[in-house]
């Protein structure tokens, strides 16, 4: 009998297995491979300004006392630092201004004055000596050559201190234009006048018209002009430097607070760092003030008993010089010239000499009123006596003239004795003295004026500095006791 084969394993012998596998750990399944094509960029992170970065060293610094010493200290040495630049800014230019009054335009005016009164001189002279015909006096003659040389000379001056391409340097250039026509003129007409032609007083005529029309008018617009420039410069010179007195009682204040936190925080009355801050900043502040009071002072001074005085002055001689000259041509027309108002006829030199005589008579009344003192109101009140008597002889000149006395009447306006042009004379002198008066006066207070600042820049630019480093020097000595 046929039996299938046991397949067991014999006792005692193991049947052979397969090896155990070991545990293994759950992996996660690989990424998909990305896409071909270029990376797209990690945008980097905003990056902090240093305006941020120093406001937050300033705010953690504010929440130390050291750092809030550090903190005062800064602003107090800015603030004095401030005060020591704005306060020499300000008189640089104030005191820039006051030399320009002293030195500049107001002697620029006097020239442009000097210019107007020589030509207008020169005109009367040069009528003088025609009316003397071949009798003219070697004095009358110098007076003229005297009176275009200044007037040249004068010229010169002002076009070397005139700005090129200004209204003044255009003007100075037209009278130099003209001068040399208006000399030749009177050449001309002094040369027919002598050989007993007519025609010499046609053009004594013209020289003065080229005179009253084109060159006075000129030298009027020239004076104007660089009076204009005077009364520019004390406007820049004469207001108060409010921003620099503003900041000092500013820098004064926060001084007075930090040594106040100062005390109530140490208990210790004095810090002499800021003690020296605060008396370099007071000292700036008062000489500040004081100077620049005493300059205003001064210079409204020069103006007021100068500079006014002086313009009423010139202005009255101009006028003076004016009738002299209208008076003379009076003569040479001889009614040649007349103008007509309203109904009335008049010889046009004799009007016009009435109306520069009373230019001139309320020219002197004004000079009486702004005179200060006797010496200044003396000769005017001289002008006025010569003036009165000026107008007498004049109207009985004019009666013997309209009478057909011309020879009693020639004598009576240039004659040796008893003539208006004593009177004349004595005008232009007691005026020229009068000039000179209150030109003293007005350098001794426009120098005075401009004195009271000197130094005064340099001297709060140096306090400033050392006001700044006192500041600094007193905080750091507190800081010293935090280490």
Not at 347 to 370: H, P, Q, S
């Amino acid at each position: 009998m046929t039996h299938t084969p046991n397949s067991a394993a014999p006792p005692g012998t193991a049947a052979p297995g397969l090896p155990a596998v070991p545990a293994q750990r759950a992996t996660a399944p690989a990424p998909a491979p990305a896409p071909s094509g270029p990376a797209s960029p990690t945008p980097p992170a905003a990056r902090r300004t240093a305006f941020a970065e120093g406001a937050d060293r300033l705010r953690r610094a504010a929440t130390t006392e050291p750092g809030r010493l550090r903190i005062i200290g800064a602003v107090l040495a800015a603030l004095v630092l401030a005060f020591g630049a704005v306060t020499a800014w300000q008189m640089t230019d104030r005191a820039a201004a006051a030399d320009d009054v002293l030195t500049s335009s107001q002697p620029l005016t006097s020239d442009a004055a000097d210019i107007y009164r020589s030509l207008a001189d020169a005109n009367t002279a040069a009528s003088s000596g025609f009316l003397a015909g071949g009798q003219e006096t070697a004095a009358s003659r110098d007076r003229y050559e005297n009176d275009i040389r200044t007037a040249a000379a004068k010229l010169v001056n002002a076009a070397a201190n005139s700005e090129p391409g200004s209204s003044s340097a255009e003007t100075i250039t037209e009278l130099n234009r003209l001068l040399p026509e208006y000399k030749g003129l009177v050449e001309r007409a002094r040369t027919y006048n002598r050989q007993g032609f007519p025609v010499g007083g046609a053009y004594l005529r013209y020289a003065n018209e080229k005179m009253q029309q084109e060159m006075l008018p000129a030298a009027e617009k020239l004076y104007t002009t660089e009076n204009r420039r005077l009364r520019s410069d004390y406007a820049d010179a004469t207001p108060y430097p409010w921003a620099a007195m503003a900041l000092g009682l500013a820098v004064l204040a926060v001084l007075a607070w930090a040594q106040r936190r100062t005390y109530l925080r140490t208990h210790r009355v004095l810090n002499h760092g800021l003690v020296a801050a605060t008396a370099a900043a007071a000292v700036v502040l008062l000489w500040l003030t004081a100077g620049h009071t005493l300059s205003r002072s001064n210079l409204n001074d020069s103006y007021d008993h100068g500079v006014r005085s002086l313009d009423v002055l010139h202005d009255a001689r101009i006028a003076s010089l004016k009738a002299r000259g209208n008076e003379n041509l009076t003569l040479v027309a001889r009614g040649a010239e007349t103008t007509k108002v309203g109904e009335e006829t008049y010889d046009a030199y004799d009007y016009d000499f009435g109306r520069d005589m009373d230019v001139l008579a309320k020219g002197l009344a004004r000079a009486e009123r702004l005179a200060d003192d006797d010496s200044g109101a003396e000769p005017v009140t001289s002008a006025v006596s010569n003036m009165t008597e000026w107008k007498k002889r004049h109207a009985a000149a004019r009666e013997q003239d309209e009478n057909g006395n011309y020879q009693q009447a020639l004598d009576m306006v240039i004659g040796p004795k008893g003539a208006t042009g004593e009177c004349f004379d004595s005008v232009d002198k007691n005026l020229a003295t009068a000039l000179a008066h209150e030109e003293t006066e007005f350098r001794q207070a426009a120098g005075d004026g401009r004195d009271a600042l000197t130094g005064l820049p340099l001297g709060a630019a140096g306090l400033a500095v050392l006001g700044a480093a006192g500041a600094v020097l007193g905080i750091g000595r507190r800081l010293s006791e935090y280490r």
